[in-house]
C-alpha cells in the first residue's frame, strides 16, 4: 500500500485517525511486519481513473492482546498521477474493539472515550516505529 501512495497521501480510518504523507505507508509498513497470520480478501471493487472504492476483510491475530479479529472494512479512494491521494477505510470501531479489545471493547467500544484512547495508543505505537528507522 504504502508504494501506492502520493508522497502527500491523506488516510483516514478509525483507529489511527488522519495520517499523512508518511506517515500512512509507516502504519500499512508497521501493521504488516507485527503480523505473523493476516489474512486480506478483496471481497468487492470499483475504480476509474479518479476515485475507486472497495470492500476487503481483513483476518489477523491483534497482537497487543492475541485476540482473533475479522474485520470488514470499506475503503474509499481519490487518485492523482496514477497513484493514491486520498484513502478513508470505515468500519464499525465497536465491532472491531470487541474482538481486538474483548471485555473493555464491548463495553466502552460504543462512547467517544475508546476511541480516543485507542488512536492515541496506536500513534503513538506508529511514532516508535517510525522514529526506529524501518
Request: with cysteine; hydrophobic share 40%.
Amino acid at each position: 500500500m504504502a508504494a501506492c501512495y502520493l508522497p502527500h497521501v491523506r488516510f483516514r480510518d478509525p483507529v489511527f485517525g488522519q495520517l499523512d504523507g508518511r506517515g500512512a505507508g509507516h502504519m500499512w509498513r508497521m501493521l504488516t511486519s507485527r503480523s505473523e497470520d493476516l489474512r486480506v480478501e478483496l471481497v468487492e471493487h470499483r475504480a476509474d481513473a479518479d476515485a475507486g472504492r472497495a470492500r476487503w476483510i481483513a483476518r489477523y491475530t491483534f497482537t497487543a492482546t492475541g485476540r482473533p479479529v475479522v474485520n470488514d472494512v470499506q475503503a474509499r479512494f481519490r487518485f492523482a498521477d496514477g497513484l493514491i491521494a486520498d484513502h478513508e477505510d470505515s468500519f464499525s470501531f465497536w465491532r472491531w474493539s470487541r474482538q481486538a479489545l474483548g471485555p473493555v471493547g464491548l463495553m466502552l467500544g460504543w462512547t467517544p472515550i475508546l476511541p480516543a484512547v485507542t488512536r492515541s495508543r496506536a500513534r503513538a505505537e506508529l511514532g516508535r516505529y517510525a522514529s526506529s528507522g524501518r
